[in-house]
């Protein structure tokens, strides 16, 4: 290979890098500046607004934690309680999809999947109207049901797609050697699904984490709010303090990264898994 061939790849290579490396901070520059921002007092602020924080102000984080933090406990509770009926009830019907035959079993299971083409705005309204009428406004009932269903009809989809690429003669092996089913079920099926399960639950927790409408739509009590409209409370309790202002919001942010960071390979793999021709 001639020098100039390795030259041109090698340009080419540093052009690549410069370009992603662009991308990653455009892409990261908000939560840098938010980051600095919590740091920052101020008069730091309005010194300047880009400029790293010097000296750093960690004091910001206390006085936002004391308000924060009724939000996300009653976010990280509402979250556990969604992802615990949604993989439980996802997972049973995916295992009955998949694994036996019954009439009308793709049917049921079409009809299912037509759920994931009606907006969920449409519903917005008979949704409120039946949690008034069942007296479940207010409570944190609310907040854990309209994310089960819909998390229940995506991880019945992917846990399906997912189970049906297991080898069959996993089950059959299992069923003659007098295992039953529920103890096929939880000792075999469920370890492995265990990828497209995490996917489920990441999936899950973002959607309860980002929803704002829904809440702020049903309750009113304050020691009730989750974070997402507990924010909206908790700047305009801190309009002027930029700095715990924005500390509020990493701190907000903390608990999806850190999810996100420890889980994501396992997101990768049960995405790639629950989908058609995944491996």
């Keep these: 290979m001639s020098v100039d061939v390795r030259r041109r790849r090698r340009s080419r290579q540093y052009g690549v890098h410069i370009a992603l490396t662009t991308i990653v901070f455009v892409g990261l520059f908000p939560y840098l500046f938010m980051v600095f921002t919590s740091l920052k007092s101020n008069e730091q602020y309005y010194a300047s607004a880009i400029a790293p924080p010097w000296p750093l102000h960690p004091e910001n984080y206390v006085v936002a934690w004391e308000q924060v933090r009724p939000y996300l406990v009653t976010s990280v509770a509402i979250a556990a309680a969604t992802i615990l009926a949604t993989v439980v009830l996802a997972t049973v019907s995916a295992y009955v999809f ?42 944190y009932v609310v907040l854990v049901i309209p994310h089960v269903v819909a998390g229940v009809v995506l991880g019945t989809l992917l846990i399906r797609t997912y189970i049906e690429q297991l080898p069959g003669e996993l089950f059959e092996a299992a069923q003659m050697d007098g295992a039953s089913g529920l103890r096929i079920f939880v000792q075999i099926m469920v370890p492995l699904v265990l990828p497209v399960i995490a996917t489920v639950s990441i999936i899950t927790v973002i959607s309860v984490w980002n929803d704002f409408f829904w809440p702020f739509l049903t309750v009113t009590d304050d020691s009730m709010r989750i974070v997402s409209t507990g924010l909206t409370f908790f700047q305009g309790r801190n309009a002027t303090n930029w700095g715990p202002l924005f500390a509020g919001y990493v701190i907000a942010s903390l608990p999806l990264l850190l999810l996100f960071t420890f889980l994501s390979k396992y997101f990768l793999a049960g995405v790639q898994g629950g989908m058609p021709g995944g491996k």
Excluded: E, H, T
């Design 98 to 139: 998949a694994r036996y035959r019954f009439v009308g079993r793709q049917v049921l299971f079409a009809l299912i999947a037509l759920l994931m083409m009606i907006p969920g705005i449409s519903s917005l309204i008979p949704l409120f109207v039946l949690m008034r009428d069942l007296r479940l406004l207010n409570s």
